[in-house]
């Protein structure tokens, strides 16, 4: 049996949104039974999920635990100090008592915590979820963002310590090997993936009819013509949520019969009241918060089409999630969408992250539903299945072991 720690604050058991959070938890739930996981987080409920106590997890096979070492905001809100600085102070003390120590693999999701383990001779592999050259664009919100030039400063010799690095974006796979030329095989492009157990298409006509009823009650629609637009993310600067309500108040113009639905939640939330309020769009906008997977599907498969206004992404899961409903995809071109959505096939792209750009194009997808819904859609977000994906992982922790 190979064991392997996995470090990140997150709480698998909790409704965190966020796309790193859904990646771990995948790992987790489709994990071999001979890879054994243990999830170093963070508790997003401290009563039900105390901190320093092991916790099983029900939706993984049996050999998968996770132990909160501190907690977390439930919304993801960030407090004054940074989450991944507490986390590391707890995991620090962890460390002191041994309670790593019987691990034969750590795998990481960002740099910081492997200065803890820099001097660690097991094996290392770390996962980035983002093309971190973007804490140098103006509308990241990454803290780094502030000092750049110190985050690169310290990335190079705490990957040094790294065997193996998985990335979610092409593009960062090109510089590290670009940068790292005698290391060509030392970085893998891994995409992220989505749970087909959780996100599919309704199983019937008739059902998912019943979730578009169930849906228009609970958001007070009383038109049966009326279309909903949805939107899954945190409410914060890298989403962009404010170019959304704005592109909608546009298209609100030409098409009176639509209703916008955000479900996340973040700094941004009371922004985003002000601006549907100061538009006169507040009645169209419902703002759902933070829900469940399980909820989550159902509202896509209930909905008409999905719109991703973010300014910087890496894969985003929200957009596989989407797609393997059936529901085609509105989207600002960053990250991996352009090798995901394909203009006029399962959805639009953006030519510019601009408000005419997006509402253009949300208003050339309504106008194309009937050809962009279902199937396009399902066989976009086939080869992200979790068995199609996660191997590389797992071969990776195989082959490890065996050293």
């Keep these: 049996m190979c064991r392997i720690a996995i470090f990140h604050p997150t709480d698998p058991l909790g409704n965190v949104p966020g796309g790193i959070e859904s990646i771990i938890r995948g790992i987790l739930k489709w994990s071999p039974p001979d890879l054994q996981y243990t999830l170093f987080g963070a508790t997003s409920d401290a009563i ?47 460390i002191g008592s041994g309670q790593c120590d019987r691990f034969d693999i750590l795998d990481f999701h960002r740099v910081e915590p492997l200065w803890l383990f820099r001097n660690d001779a097991r094996p290392k592999n770390i996962i980035l979820h983002q093309d971190m050259s973007a804490i140098r664009d103006e509308n990241c919100d990454i803290m780094w963002r502030h000092a750049p030039w110190l985050y690169e400063l ?118 985003v009241e002000r601006t549907c309020v100061a538009l006169g769009v507040r009645a169209a906008v419902s703002l759902l918060g933070v829900q469940p997977s399980t909820t989550i599907a159902d509202v896509l498969r209930a909905s ?6 973010s300014a910087y992404e890496g894969m985003p899961i929200a957009v ?32 510019t992250r601009t408000v005419e750009a997006l509402s253009e194009a949300m208003i050339r997808c309504l106008s194309a539903l009937p050809s962009l819904s279902g199937d396009p859609c399902e066989r976009s977000a086939t080869p992200y299945h979790p068995d199609k994906v996660l191997h590389l992982l797992y071969a990776n922790h195989r082959q490890q072991g065996q050293r």
């Design 48 to 94: 039900a999920r105390p901190v320093g106590r092991e916790q099983p997890l029900p939706f993984a096979p049996g050999q998968s635990r996770f132990v909160p070492v501190t907690t977390v905001d439930s919304a993801g809100r960030r407090g004054f100090v940074p989450a991944i600085v507490r986390y590391m102070q707890a995991l620090r003390r962890r």
């Design 154 to 271: 310290v990335e190079r010799p705490l990957l040094s310590h790294v065997d193996h690095i998985f990335a979610v974006r092409q593009s960062a796979v090109a510089r590290y090997r670009r940068s790292y030329p005698k290391r060509p095989d030392w970085v893998s492009f891994m995409p992220t993936w989505v749970d087909i157990t959780v996100f599919s298409p309704a199983p019937s006509a008739e059902i998912r009819e019943r979730l578009r009823e169930a849906l228009r009650r609970r958001l007070g629609i009383s038109d049966p013509e009326m279309k909903v637009l949805v939107t899954v993310g945190r409410l914060d600067k890298q989403k962009d949520p404010l170019l959304l309500i704005n592109a909608f108040n546009e298209v609100l113009r030409s098409r009176r019969k639509l209703h916008l639905v955000l479900i996340g939640d973040g700094l941004l939330r009371s922004a």
């Design 320 to 351: 596989l999630e989407a797609l393997a409903t059936g529901l085609p995809v509105v989207s600002t071109n960053v990250g991996e969408i352009p090798s995901i959505v394909q203009d006029g096939i399962n959805g639009a792209v953006c030519s």
């Design 304 to 309: 008409d089409l999905f719109v991703l206004s």
